[in-house]
């Protein structure tokens, strides 16, 4: 059993991605291209990672446990950093785990 793969628009990457946003938009974020080189099946949860950003604040995710999530930029966030992280889980034996991190920089 292998780790899966957690692709973030297109990054096939282990980087942290850096996006910018403006307060009171939304960002959507997909999965496309994520995959399990066992061909396990996949399962997404997107979320808030408050500790290491800048907002203290409540952030809304729609979808939070789809391949594609949408982020809604509080409007009070202007110069404020987001930390959003994705979790990619296979159903094979066991359940192997990938992350990604996302860095909003809310303009």
């Given at each position: 059993n292998h780790q899966p793969i957690a692709v973030v628009d297109g990054d096939e990457t282990r980087r942290v991605l850096e996006m910018s946003?403006?307060?009171?938009?939304?960002?959507?974020?997909?999965?496309?291209?994520s995959s399990d080189p066992d061909n396990d099946g996949l399962a997404y949860a997107w979320s808030f990672y408050r500790e290491p950003g800048t907002y203290n604040g409540e952030v809304t995710i729609k979808n939070a446990s789809g391949s594609s999530a949408t982020?809604?930029?509080?409007?009070?966030a202007g110069g404020k950093n987001l930390h959003i992280i994705l979790e990619v889980h296979d159903d094979g034996t066991p359940n192997l785990y990938a992350y990604r991190r996302v860095v909003i920089k809310v303009d």
């Open positions: 946003a403006a307060p009171g938009s939304k960002l959507t974020l997909n999965t496309q291209g982020i809604f930029i509080p409007a009070d």
